[in-house]
């Protein structure tokens, strides 16, 4: 059995083929991945075709450690902070478990929020047979 610890916000943690992912996180790095997706591009068709230096610009601007995910949102048009959760569907989340491999053609990660997978370790606890049968 693994221990799980929760981290510190704005770090990941792996287990295996678990990773615990903090919104916070996402943002660490935002307008050094911004600009990497968006190297060949001169504008944001999405944005009235604002520069993407000027995107960058602002997003190297914000305090990451504490902006706003809005203000975020607000300087790139679209959302790159978002996690939601595959189970309950709730957006938004601070912390989702990310299971299983990158996205492929038939297959792709669960995002599951902390609340679904208390759920989740509950149902699974109560329906574990060898445990009620005192064999475990
Ligand atoms: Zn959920």
Redesign the pocket.
């Known amino acids: 059995m693994v221990e799980q610890v929760i981290p510190d916000a704005g770090k990941l943690v792996e287990l295996d083929r678990v990773v615990l992912i903090h919104r916070r996180a996402t943002v660490a790095d935002i307008a050094e991945r911004f600009a990497r997706n968006y190297a060949h591009y001169k504008t944001a068709p999405w944005k009235n075709d604002e520069p993407i230096a000027s995107i960058v610009q602002k997003l190297k601007a914000l305090d990451v450690a504490t902006c706003d995910y809005s203000e975020i949102k607000e300087a790139i048009g679209t959302d790159w902070t978002n996690l939601d ?1 595959d ?2 569907g ?1 957006s938004d989340c601070e912390t989702v478990a990310r299971i299983g491999d990158e996205p492929d053609y038939e297959a792709r990660w669960q995002d ?2 902390l ?2 997978l208390t759920k989740l370790g509950a149902w699974a606890e109560s329906s574990d047979t060898a445990k009620s049968e005192g064999e475990v």
């Open positions: 959760c189970i309950c709730k599951i929020c609340p679904c």
